[in-house]
């Protein structure tokens, strides 16, 4: 059964760093193109950055462009969003999802998801 299981959330301060992890099992995940995505209340659930099997082809928001970046270790089976210069308007739950078929521009644009993560918070606060 396809797993996904996001941690690192938590209080950061504007200005500061923060990284989110999403551990995969149940599927092997080198097969997999990977999202974060992020939701905050009263919103709708919008594409972070996504990343293709590889690694070698990512997709960013442009709210986020040249401050986050994506990574995935597939021996560990492991992906990662490190966020920089984190600001007020990144507070959200953060949530990766998983899908076989898509491209990494369909899935942060489209959400063309096939699994999802439970979530993790982020707090931006001084």
């Known amino acids: 059964q396809l797993q996904l299981v996001e941690s690192g959330g938590g209080l950061v301060q504007p200005g500061g760093s923060l990284r989110l992890s999403c551990a995969a099992s149940g599927f092997t995940l080198a097969n997999y193109v990977i999202g974060w995505f992020r939701q905050v209340p009263g919103k709708e659930r919008e594409g972070v950055s996504c990343i293709d099997q590889s690694g070698s082809s990512t997709h960013f928001a442009d709210s986020v462009r040249d401050r986050f970046t994506i990574s995935r270790d597939n021996a560990k089976n492991m992906v990662y969003l490190q966020m920089n210069n984190v600001q007020p308007e990144d507070a959200a739950i953060y949530y990766c999802?998983?899908?076989?078929?898509?491209?990494?521009?369909?899935?942060?644009?489209?959400?063309?998801?096939?699994?999802w993560g439970q979530g993790t918070q982020v707090t931006v606060s001084s």
């Open positions: 999802a998983a899908d076989a078929w898509t491209s990494v521009r369909s899935m942060c644009n489209f959400l063309v998801v096939s699994a």
